[in-house]
């Protein structure tokens, strides 16, 4: 303790480095014994006499069975049996690192190694380049549910019931949660199946953690609104259940039924996939469910409405032939009505 520059601290460290200094003979003398004891076990003779070699040295006979004329061991012919193995994966290796392909495509760049004061090219962090989309699937494969469990075209405005797993708190967690302020251990090996009923409001997430939200009216007389995050892929999901096709036109998402009050707080039905709907259980009921598509994952708000890509920005543009004719989709009444008065605007008109 001090400072580092004070004589007591300047005192302990000459005192270090002097214990240092005195144990280092002591770990030199104790290597050189074991080196020695070794030495002399690797020179001593077997039990039969019949080899003699050194550490690391190949197995060769000795005299007084060279003498004999005696054929030799399986020890010998399974040492060379070994090597001559060992030769031939040695040769494989080769060969596969001859046809490996994993670095095909690369410049030599890119598969150089720099020291940390030089900035590599473009082309060595392309090699090094984490493709997201593949760290993500081996997690959503990992954790997914299987494209049946999930109801066909599902769509922000329909009614489903979801069932899911809820823990069972037993009376000494509630104890617990009484003694710790609200806090108590749950047993997720006991549990019950329980369901709620909603309007799906959106989609949210990529992958295995895609979320739908739900909105449900809870109470009687003036009920009250509680909105509810379901992770789709969760485990403890059982079961999704359509009880009512809603449609909600062009809109992306329903959170405009936050605004719907009483005998309003209701979305149109959709007609088209209520029959839809019907023509799937009456081909379950027949047994022709082999017919029916499979259903797809729920899709968000960018997957359903992709945003619009210019024809400029495709690869098969070509600038020189450019007809357009061939871009303008407008309608003749786009073209000449709303055209015509697109080009009458002046705003720098002044009456």
Same mark, same amino acid.
Request: hydrophobic share 35%.
């Given at each position: 303790?001090?400072?580092?520059?004070?004589?007591?601290?300047?005192?302990?460290?000459?005192? $270090?480095? !002097?214990?240092?200094?005195?144990?280092?003979?002591?770990?030199? !003398?104790?290597?050189? #014994?074991?080196?020695?004891?070794?030495? #002399?076990?690797?020179?001593?003779?077997?039990?039969?006499?019949?080899?003699?070699? /050194?550490?690391?040295?190949?197995?060769?006979?000795?005299?007084? !069975?060279?003498?004999?004329?005696?054929?030799?061991?399986?020890?010998?012919?399974?040492?060379?049996?070994?090597?001559?193995?060992?030769?031939?994966?040695?040769?494989?290796?080769?060969?596969?690192?001859?046809?490996?392909?994993?670095?095909?495509?690369?410049?030599?760049?890119?598969?150089?190694?720099?020291?940390?004061?030089?900035?590599?090219?473009?082309?060595?962090?392309? *090699?090094? *380049?984490?493709?997201? $989309? =593949?760290?993500?699937? #081996?997690?959503?494969?990992? %954790?997914?549910?299987?494209?049946?469990?999930?109801?066909?075209?599902?769509?922000?405005?329909?009614?489903?019931?979801?069932?899911?797993?809820?823990? #069972?708190?037993?009376?000494?967690?509630?104890?617990?949660?009484?003694?710790?302020?609200?806090?108590?251990?749950?047993?997720?090996?006991?549990?019950?199946?329980?369901? /709620?009923?909603?309007?799906?409001?959106?989609?949210?997430?990529?992958?295995?953690?895609? /979320?739908? $939200?739900?909105? /449900?009216?809870?109470?009687?007389?003036?009920?009250?609104? %509680?909105?509810?995050?379901?992770?789709?892929?969760?485990?403890?999901?059982?079961?999704?259940?359509?009880? *009512?096709?809603? %449609?909600?036109?062009?809109?992306?998402?329903?959170?405009?039924?936050?605004?719907?009050?009483?005998?309003?707080?209701?979305? +149109?039905?959709?007609?088209? *996939?209520? @029959?839809?709907?019907?023509?799937?259980?009456?081909?379950?009921?027949?047994?022709?469910?082999?017919?029916? +598509?499979?259903?797809?994952?729920?899709?968000?708000?960018?997957?359903?409405?992709?945003?619009?890509?210019?024809?400029?920005?495709?690869?098969?543009?070509? @600038?020189?032939?450019?007809?357009?004719?061939?871009?303008?989709?407008?309608?003749?009444?786009?073209?000449?009505?709303?055209?015509?008065? =697109?080009?009458?605007?002046?705003?720098?008109?002044?009456?």
């Amino acid at each position: 303790k001090g400072h580092p520059f004070s004589p007591r601290c300047k005192a302990a460290m000459a005192a $270090h480095r !002097l214990g240092m200094s005195v144990r280092a003979p002591r770990l030199r !003398l104790a290597c050189a #014994v074991l080196l020695a004891a070794i030495a #002399v076990l690797s020179f001593a003779p077997s039990r039969s006499g019949a080899f003699v070699g /050194t550490l690391g040295a190949p197995l060769t006979v000795s005299p007084s !069975l060279r003498a004999t004329s005696q054929p030799l061991p399986r020890l010998i012919l399974a040492a060379s049996e070994q090597e001559a193995s060992d030769a031939i994966m040695v040769q494989d290796d080769e060969e596969f690192d001859d046809e490996d392909t994993s670095m095909v495509g690369y410049p030599d760049e890119a598969l150089a190694e720099y020291p940390f004061d030089e900035d590599p090219p473009a082309s060595w962090f392309e *090699r090094r *380049r984490i493709d997201r $989309h =593949k760290v993500n699937m #081996v997690f959503f494969d990992m %954790y997914k549910k299987p494209k049946s469990f999930f109801p066909h075209d599902l769509r922000p405005g329909d009614t489903i019931r979801v069932s899911f797993k809820d823990p #069972v708190f037993p009376k000494e967690a509630e104890k617990d949660a009484k003694v710790n302020k609200g806090f108590a251990v749950v047993d997720y090996s006991k549990t019950r199946e329980i369901f /709620t009923d909603g309007v799906i409001m959106n989609f949210k997430g990529e992958y295995h953690s895609r /979320t739908v $939200h739900l909105r /449900t009216m809870v109470g009687k007389g003036i009920p009250v609104g %509680y909105e509810l995050i379901f992770p789709m892929h969760s485990p403890l999901i059982t079961g999704i259940q359509v009880l *009512r096709r809603g %449609y909600i036109g062009n809109n992306k998402n329903a959170y405009f039924v936050r605004g719907l009050i009483g005998k309003k707080n209701q979305i +149109p039905i959709d007609k088209e *996939r209520e @029959e839809r709907d019907k023509l799937y259980a009456e081909l379950r009921e027949e047994g022709r469910a082999d017919e029916i +598509p499979e259903p797809d994952y729920p899709q968000t708000e960018n997957e359903r409405y992709p945003l619009p890509v210019w024809k400029q920005d495709m690869d098969d543009w070509d @600038e020189s032939e450019y007809d357009p004719a061939k871009v303008d989709q407008r309608t003749e009444y786009q073209k000449e009505i709303l055209g015509k008065w =697109k080009d009458k605007y002046d705003p720098n008109f002044k009456p």
